[in-house]
Structure formats: structure tokens, C-alpha cells
């Protein structure tokens, strides 16, 4: 298999790997900094579609199981420099021939070793830039990155296989190193054109300091499925009932806020506090904020929808009843936009007189 060919696998797998990437990543940045940077979040899958390439070319191509037990080849190879020697003895590298030079670019015995150092170069780019690391410590995660990749190829892909189908080779240690440290290198002007990850973390800092609309959406979606973690559990300890349904939604969004300073479990965790329209803390609007909350975009849909369900001999009382249905959800798809996309207050918001407040510093 073709470098070309691995790197076209890791592009199809690409999108799969960013998606189980992106709700982790907005949460961390939503709790340290209270915003998303789009120039980091794009470094940042740049930097994952790189190592998802590095990976795939470490493993690929996968050969069979039973092929890979007939295998008498060494697993091993523990002579330092090994691939100089061999570059030596078995190219056709002639210094006094110039018509050998292009052959040998051609020859495993140069290109591999090559490709062994240009396969960390992005890797100590991207650690120098990111996490603006010094030179040492790029030294040392380069080799923990190749060494990774050794044990990956000594262990059969994990004991996978029953034995590694590719060679440990300490030459490659060596080389991925040099490879991370020339990334750290190569990286210095790229350093100097580029904004400093720093500054855009302070900047991305002051934005979250204001709650913008898919924060807010974000710390929604969070409790939900907090919510729904604490139902299973429920249904496994307590069987699935009703009455421990209501319950459960009573504690997690009027009693467990008391507790955490006026914030629901998603909300602390994104830096969200509920306050009134004077910044204090009002336990009474905090409780008319969520039973209006519940009541507009939970109960009263569920009831007319209900309601229509049992007007089917009645064709009029029907009609009126689609169309009060249709306003509703015209007026929930309204909401659900202007909650998303905007930071406007709400309608359950300007009644109970209360608002979502940052408590990024």
C-alpha cells in the first residue's frame, strides 16, 4: 500500500474522528475560557488529521491474521545507526558518480529513513506553536511519540495479531526524534507571522466573559444528557416509574441549583450562573424562571399535543387544535433559533426577570 493510499484512508476516517472530537472540545474550551476560538478549533483538527495520517501509515496495510502467524521474520532490530550501514553496503549511492544520486532518491534504503524523520516534522510544528513548549520537551514527546509507534508495531497492533507483523526498529526512535526536533526548528517563522496561541486564549477569554447564544445552547444540551444519565441509573436502581421521572426533574433543576450557586449542573460546569435583572441572587426567580421554562417549551406542547390526539371525532375542534399545535411549534422553532444564534433574553426571561451571567474572570 502506497503513502498516498494510507493518507486517503485517514481522510475517509477524518470526519468521524473530528466528530467524536468536537463535543469534548467545545465543553473544555466552554469551561476554561468561556468562548471557541474557530482559528484554534481549525489548528487543532489540522493537528488531529496529521496524527490520524502518521497513525494510519504506522499500522497500514493490515495484513491477516493467519498470515501474520506464519511470519518468521525478525520483530526486532536493536543496532543503533543500522540504517546507515545498510545505506552504505546495499544502495547504489556512489559519491564519485553523480548518475547514481537520483537513483538512490528512488531506493528504500534513502527514502525511508526520510520519510521516518518528515513523519515527526509536524508533530514538533505543531508542539512549539500550540502548547509553545521549548525545545526539550519537544525532544522528549517526539520520542514518546515514536516509541508509541514502536510498541504499536512490537505488540501486533495491540496483541491483536500473535505477533508484530512490522519491525521494532530502534533506528526509527532515533529519526522520528530528529524529525520532531527539525519540526521545532523549521517552525520559527511560521511562529513569527502567526498569532500566538496565548493572546488568542486571552482574547477568547474576554469574549467569554458574555454569554453568547450557543454557550448557552451548549450548557442546555449538557444537562440534558446529564439528565438523562441520572434516569437510566434511576430505572436500573429503582425501576422505570412515572413519579420518579417528575421527581428527578424537580431535583436536578429546583433543588440541586441551590447548591451550586444558583447554576444547574451543565451551567457551573460552562461557567453559567443565573442572577435577576439586578445581579442578585433571588431564589424566587430562580424558581419562576425554570416552572416557565418547563411550562412553554415542555408542558404545554406535550398537553395540546395530547389534547388533538383525543378530538378525532370532532373535526373542527380538530382543525383549531392543529393549527393552536402549529403555532406552537412555529413559536418553539422561533425560540430554539434565537436561543442558538443569538444572546437575547427569552421570553421565560423577561417574565421571571432574571438572565444568564459569565463567571469567566
Not at 488529521?49 to 499500522?59: P, T
Request: glycine fraction near 4%; hydrophobic fraction near 50%.
Amino acid at each position: 500500500m502506497g503513502y498516498l493510499q494510507v493518507i486517503q484512508y485517514a481522510t475517509l476516517a477524518f470526519p468521524i474522528v473530528a466528530f467524536l472530537f468536537t463535543t469534548p472540545f467545545i465543553l473544555i474550551e466552554y469551561h476554561k475560557f468561556g468562548s471557541i476560538s474557530f482559528f484554534k478549533m481549525a489548528i487543532t483538527y489540522l493537528f488531529i488529521y496529521y496524527l490520524l495520517c502518521a497513525y494510519f501509515l504506522v499500522i497500514l496495510p493490515l495484513p491477516k491474521i493467519s498470515e501474520v502467524a506464519k511470519l518468521t521474520t525478525p520483530r526486532t532490530q536493536l543496532i543503533p545507526f543500522c540504517f546507515i550501514l545498510d545505506f552504505i553496503k546495499h544502495s547504489s549511492f556512489d559519491l564519485l558518480n553523480y548518475h547514481t544520486y537520483f537513483i538512490t532518491l528512488k531506493e528504500s534504503y534513502f527514502y525511508v529513513p526520510l520519510f521516518n524523520i518528515l513523519l515527526t516534522v509536524p508533530f514538533g510544528i505543531f508542539l512549539r506553536y500550540y502548547f509553545e513548549w521549548d525545545k526539550k520537551k519537544v525532544i522528549w514527546y517526539s520520542f514518546l511519540l515514536s516509541l508509541f509507534f514502536e510498541l504499536t508495531q512490537l505488540s501486533g497492533l495491540y496483541f491483536i495479531y500473535p505477533r508484530g507483523y512490522r519491525l521494532f526498529d530502534v533506528d526509527d526512535l532515533f529519526l522520528n526524534t530528529l524529525g520532531g526536533l527539525i519540526g521545532y526548528v523549521v517552525s520559527t517563522p511560521m511562529i513569527s507571522i502567526l498569532p500566538k496561541i496565548s493572546e488568542i486564549d486571552h482574547e477568547t477569554r474576554k469574549k467569554g466573559k458574555t454569554i453568547s447564544g450557543f454557550r448557552r445552547c451548549t450548557s442546555l444540551f449538557l444537562d440534558l444528557f446529564l439528565l438523562f444519565i441520572m434516569k437510566i441509573i434511576t430505572i436500573l436502581v429503582l425501576g422505570d416509574k412515572f413519579s420518579l421521572s417528575i421527581l428527578l426533574i424537580i431535583v436536578y433543576y429546583f433543588v440541586i441549583p441551590l447548591f451550586l450557586n444558583h447554576s444547574t449542573l451543565g451551567q457551573l460546569f460552562l461557567n453559567i450562573q443565573v442572577l435577576d435583572c439586578h445581579h442578585q441572587k433571588n431564589v424566587i426567580r430562580l424558581f419562576f424562571r425554570r416552572v416557565l421554562f418547563l411550562l412553554l417549551y415542555i408542558v404545554i406542547p406535550v398537553l395540546i399535543g395530547y389534547d388533538i390526539t383525543c378530538l378525532n371525532e370532532d373535526m373542527v375542534r380538530e382543525f383549531i387544535g392543529m393549527i393552536a399545535i402549529g403555532v406552537i411549534l412555529l413559536i418553539d422553532f422561533i425560540s430554539i433559533i434565537k436561543y442558538t444564534f443569538t444572546s437575547k433574553d427569552m421570553l421565560y426571561e423577561k417574565l421571571s426577570k432574571t438572565k444568564l451571567v459569565s463567571t469567566i474572570k
